[in-house]
């Protein structure tokens, strides 16, 4: 006890100090980390591996239990990157035991899946702590500002501790076997999703030929656990929530997944990884832009997405002006926020495949072509990722998406369930099947290469990468000026009520 309190007295103090600049750090540093990991992936496969298959090593024969039982032994390790310049015989050495166990592809598998799972926690409590300070700013209010200091970050962090020193109650008439289970069918297919979405184009955890159809599929098991959870909890208005999921979620699927099967006729492929190469050509190469199908069928994803995760205005499954709580109702504590781990991870998934699919997904707006004058060095990699290509980039456009779906949130009304089924059934549906034929056409007639087709595709390529421009230019003038101006806006907001407001 006396030890949390001293660290309490010590760190609270520094918290609310620094805490613009630890938070900066705290991601600075996982970028680094991230990123000396791929250089050591990398070096293992092209110095170690490599080097051994060229040089004809055997596997050392040793007991059982010695490190050099599997693959290299350490002093073979030394000795390659001796061979491939590696520095000075103590370093080498050191190396050598350090990069070991990275000749093996389960400890490879396992120091990713970590990061994922990282990622997978760390994203909805960024957000949930994200949406409370939008939705405050919009409602001219200044959102969670004590706890941690700065900004209130980590108001999220308190909560989740509340929500695990909770009572866990399960109501009496309940289906307690699935009244459990029911929060992870919604969180695991969810978390599932991040296997196969590519970060980058080697920041990928396991690339597949049809990651797009697997991911859609972990997508479309989460209202299982929706249906579930309102069914099993032998309440009304959960019941009521639950068949309201089973309506949206099942029907715009369906123009979702027709949507994206645009950009991949223009691709010509399913692979995420794939389809984020063909777009390394700068502003102009994204498939957004490649044909007035594809810039529809953005927009249509887009929206398809925003029902597909419950997020105003389709967030009828749980209307708290209707249905209380709906499907969730009687979840308590921690259960009830696996709930809202799932709907904000799910955010980020279509974010990231929309970003992947329709807007460059890690190249930047710049062409690769630039940077090849850079050279190769191992060091350049950095300065490539964060100019031309990188994870960095895939971040940025998918914090941007997820800022709008809290923007929409905050300022539209929520619609009824038969306005919802008719934007799908008589909208979107029919919408995406013409701009799917439109696309198929497209492509069709780019296998004709006349001179008068190729002029036509460019003045469309040119045009919509126009109008792309003038949407991000606007966009960034309309928020510089709301900031030169915010002292006009009613409210608390314009004081500073406490520091860092």
């Avoid at 310049?85 to 899946?113: C, E, H, K, M, N």
């Avoid at 198929?440 to 109008?467: C, H, M």
């Amino acid at each position: 006890m006396a030890a949390a309190r001293g660290i309490y007295a010590i760190g609270v103090p520094v918290l609310r100090r620094f805490a613009g600049v630890i938070l900066l750090s705290v991601l600075v540093g996982v970028a680094v980390l991230v990123w000396i990991h791929a250089v050591a992936f990398s070096f293992v496969d092209s110095v170690v591996l490599e080097g051994a298959e060229r040089m004809g090593m055997q596997r050392p024969v040793a007991e059982f239990f010695s490190p050099s039982t599997w693959g290299l032994a350490p002093s073979q390790i030394h000795q390659l990157i001796l061979a491939g310049g590696g520095g000075a015989s103590a370093l080498a050495g050191t190396l050598s035991y350090l990069l070991w166990p990275l000749q093996f592809g389960f400890v490879r598998d396992l120091i990713a899946l970590g990061g994922i799972l990282g990622l997978f926690n760390a994203i909805p409590i960024y957000l949930i702590w994200w949406e409370r300070k939008v939705a405050g700013r919009i409602q001219s209010r200044l959102g969670p500002m004590r706890v941690g200091g700065w900004h209130g970050w980590s108001q999220t962090i308190a909560d989740g501790i509340k929500l695990v020193l909770k009572e866990d109650l399960i109501p009496k008439d309940a289906d307690k076997i699935l009244f459990r289970a029911a929060p992870y069918f919604a969180l695991i297919p969810v978390a599932l999703a991040f296997v196969a979405l590519p970060f980058g184009a080697t920041y990928i955890f396991r690339e597949l030929d049809v990651a797009l159809v697997f991911i859609l599929g972990m997508l479309g098991i989460e209202v299982v656990g929706v249906i579930l959870a309102g069914w099993a909890s032998n309440n009304k208005w959960s019941v009521y929530g639950a068949m309201r999921e089973a309506c949206q979620m099942v029907s715009y699927e369906i123009p979702m997944g027709m949507a994206l099967l645009v950009s991949v006729i223009c691709a010509g492929t399913l692979s995420l990884r794939r389809i984020g190469e063909l777009q390394a050509e700068g502003w102009f190469s994204w498939l957004v832009f490649d044909n007035p199908f594809a810039f529809v069928a953005f927009v249509s994803y887009y929206i398809a997405s925003l029902a597909s995760c419950k997020r105003a205005p389709f967030d009828l499954p749980e209307a708290e002006s209707e249905l209380v709580a709906g499907f969730h109702t009687e979840y308590s504590g921690l259960r009830w926020s696996f709930f809202f781990f799932a709907e904000y991870a799910a955010m980020f998934v279509v974010s990231g495949l929309a970003t992947v699919l329709f807007l460059g997904a890690w190249n930047s707006p710049f062409p690769a072509s630039w940077g090849e004058g850079l050279g190769d060095a191992w060091w350049l990699r950095g300065i490539k990722g964060v100019l031309f290509s990188g994870p960095i980039w895939f971040f940025l456009k998918v914090v941007f998406l997820l800022y709008v779906q809290l923007w929409l949130r905050w300022t539209l009304p929520r619609i009824r369930l038969d306005q919802v089924l008719y934007g799908c059934v008589q909208v979107l549906l029919p919408l995406t099947m013409i701009l799917v034929l439109g696309a198929t056409l497209w492509v069709w007639a780019d296998t004709s290469q006349s001179a008068f087709w190729i002029w036509f595709t460019r003045v469309w390529n040119v045009g919509l990468g126009v109008v792309g421009l003038a949407f991000a230019f606007g966009f960034v003038a309309i928020a510089a000026y709301g900031f030169y101006h915010r002292r006009r806006l009613v409210g608390n907001l314009v004081v500073d009520a406490l520091p860092g407001a």
